[in-house]
Structure formats: structure tokens, C-alpha cells
T-cell receptor
Framework: EAQVTQNPRYLITVTGKKLTVTCSQNMNHEYMSWYRQDPGLGLRQIYYSMNVEVTDKGDVPEGYKVSRKEKRNFPLILESPSPNQTSLYFC????????????FGPGTRLTVT | GNSVTQMEGPVTLSEEAFLTINCTYTATGYPSLFWYVQYPGEGLQLLLKATKADDKGSNKGFEATYRKETTSFHLEKGSVQVSDSAVYFCALSEGSNDYKLSFGAGTTVTVRA
């Protein structure tokens, strides 16, 4: 089944404790992206990657890191989480070219206390 | 920059009522336009899309027409069901170096039996 998976689905952590949210897709998509969803703001892009070893900042990159060492994986790293990073996070992927349709993972709900 | 404005909710309807959610956009060129749906506790799913002016996207009884002259992509359904209760997001994608989706804030729709 074609899908985007994320882990963990739920995470409660404390300020300053490094964490990684994994994202993996099995559709051989070149493009991958991370979004955060906050009430009244829709989804905002954090980082994106057009292909392996190519990453760039989105609209709200502060406090986040990413890497793209393999085509299928695109982890999101919070080196020192803060309460304002409490949010719902989505990973998405897409083929480069074509209709730009993106496929989304199920989401990771992160709470930083 | 690109932006999407969609009507604010929440919207509450009775079963079999007509649903319309307004969406207008600002873009510098010719974006692709999307409606995504998020059912409770789930990730985003593509509902429909249109990639050029006057295209009509349709799926599951929902329709939206890409209107370049009014920069709009309004979502409509003639007879809603309880199972259509969800959050609906209008989005656009433009640019050659990033497939970022720019989202509206989302409209929560509740359909009562």
C-alpha cells in the first residue's frame, strides 16, 4: 500500500530534550516536506526537500532541523524543544513534475511541557 | 507571496443540505489548486484538484472550478451526509523550486442527521 508513515504518533516531552520524528514514504517520491498545523493558521511549511541531500527552509524553520540521506526518509529533529513547538506535525511527499499532489502522513501530535 | 483565504467556520448543516465553502487565492502566476479534507483524528487527504484555469475538479460529489478571473476555487456539494463532517482546506502550489502547499486556515463542517 502506498503510504507515508510517521512515528511516533503522539509524544509528550519536556523543554530542551532532543527528539526526532521520523517520516518514511514508499512511493519513490523525490519531494518531501514537513508542516505544522495550529488552530486558525492552517498548515505551515517547516522544511522541504526536492531530492536526496537537498533540503531548504520553509516558512517556519526556526528550532527545527531535517536531513535527507535516503530518498524514502525525511526525519524532523528538534534539538531543544520549547513549548511553542507544541503542535500537530505532518509529513508529506510528492513526485516532482505532474500535478503536485501531495500525500500526507497520519500526523504526530507533540506536546512540550 | 502566495496566500489562500477561505471562509471561516464552523459551518453546521442538516443532512441533504447544500454546502459551499468559499476560497480565494493570491498568486503571482498560474498555481495548481487543491481541496484537502481532514476527518477527525486523521491526516489530510486530497479531495480534488485543478491545475489550470476553467478546470473542474470533482470527487465524492464535491466539485470546484478554477476561476482565474475571480481567483477563486469554491467547493460545493449538493447534498451532504453526516460522513462529510470534517475540516476542509483550500490550498495552492506554485513555483519551480518548491512544491510547497499554501493552505487556508481550514473550515470545520458539521453535518447533523
Amino acid at each position: 500500500e502506498a503510504q507515508v508513515t510517521q512515528n511516533p504518533r503522539y509524544l509528550i516531552t519536556v523543554t530542551g530534550k532532543k527528539l526526532t520524528v521520523t517520516c518514511s514514504q514508499n512511493m519513490n517520491h523525490e519531494y518531501m516536506s514537513w508542516y505544522r498545523q495550529d488552530p486558525g493558521l492552517g498548515l505551515r511549511q517547516i522544511y522541504y526537500s526536492m531530492n536526496v541531500e537537498v533540503t531548504d527552509k520553509g516558512d517556519v524553520p526556526e528550532g527545527y532541523k531535517v536531513s535527507r540521506k535516503e530518498k524514502r526518509n525525511f526525519p524532523l529533529i528538534l534539538e531543544s524543544p520549547s513549548p511553542n513547538q507544541t503542535s500537530l506535525y505532518f509529513c508529506a511527499s510528492s513526485l516532482v513534475g505532474g500535478s503536485r499532489e501531495q500525500y500526507f502522513g497520519p500526523g504526530t501530535r507533540l506536546t512540550v511541557t | 507571496g502566495n496566500s489562500v483565504t477561505q471562509m471561516e467556520g464552523p459551518v453546521t448543516l442538516s443532512e441533504e443540505a447544500f454546502l459551499t465553502i468559499n476560497c480565494t487565492y493570491t498568486a503571482t502566476g498560474y498555481p495548481s489548486l487543491f481541496w484537502y479534507v481532514q476527518y477527525p483524528g486523521e491526516g489530510l487527504q486530497l479531495l480534488l484538484k485543478a491545475t489550470k484555469a476553467d478546470d473542474k475538479g470533482s470527487n465524492k460529489g464535491f466539485e470546484a472550478t478554477y476561476r482565474k478571473e475571480t481567483t477563486s476555487f469554491h467547493l460545493e456539494k449538493g447534498s451532504v451526509q453526516v460522513s462529510d463532517s470534517a475540516v476542509y482546506f483550500c490550498a495552492l502550489s506554485e513555483g519551480s523550486n518548491d512544491y510547497k502547499l499554501s493552505f487556508g486556515a481550514g473550515t470545520t463542517v458539521t453535518v447533523r442527521a
